[in-house]
């Protein structure tokens, strides 16, 4: 069941690759924050499944189990950078909503005021069409919309590196690969300045 667990080595390769990017741009006064996937396939694992669930049902309670090691995986690699791990949960419909939209925005900039680095998920509870699809890259746009985003780095996705943007002093870049990566796993980064 190497498909079904976080790894940790993959995790940290990416906080690491993420964190010279990250440094940089806190130093020049920007905030990050992470959106991440891997809920589903962390959840395999402790609920004794053989393989990744089919039916939704299943998914939504793997992705329940999983999202608590997902966050504790970050929470232990940014506490070695003296960092702190905030967790917010958003679909897609959140942030079409004025009310969620507002409570979102205002939670991810208090987070950011207290140096805590977000780690957003896709509500997959409630998110069900997320599901079906995976689409933790669009959630990542539509977060770093909702922070006025600088920069969006997608990492260990099908759309690699920066998102093209037509202003002056956006660049593209290629993040490095994780060594020993498995399961479903994709990160973005989403840079305020």
Not at 25 to 48: Q, T
Request: no cysteine.
């Amino acid at each position: 069941m190497a498909h079904a667990h976080i790894d940790p080595a993959a995790r940290q390769a990416l906080a690491v690759a993420g964190r010279g990017e990250s440094e940089a741009r806190m130093s020049a006064g920007s905030d990050v924050v992470i959106v991440s996937s891997g809920a589903i396939a962390a959840g395999i694992e402790p609920l004794g499944l053989s393989k990744r669930p089919t039916d939704l049902a299943t998914k939504q309670a793997a992705a329940s189990v999983g999202q608590v090691a997902l966050v504790n995986s970050w929470s232990a690699v940014f506490a070695r950078y003296q960092r702190t791990v905030g967790q917010v949960l958003l679909t897609a419909h959140d942030i079409a909503m004025r009310v969620q939209h507002t409570n979102a925005q205002r939670t991810l900039d208090r987070l950011r005021a207290l140096h805590a680095v977000a780690i957003v998920n896709e509500n997959d509870t409630v998110a069900t069409n997320e599901i079906r699809f995976g689409d933790n890259d669009r959630l990542s746009a539509l977060v770093a919309h909702l922070v006025g985003a600088d920069a969006l780095v997608l990492l260990r996705t099908a759309h690699e590196g920066v998102h093209p943007d037509r202003r002056a002093g956006v660049r593209r870049a290629h993040p490095p690969r994780a060594a020993g990566h498995r399961g479903e796993d994709r990160q973005a980064a989403v840079v305020r300045g």
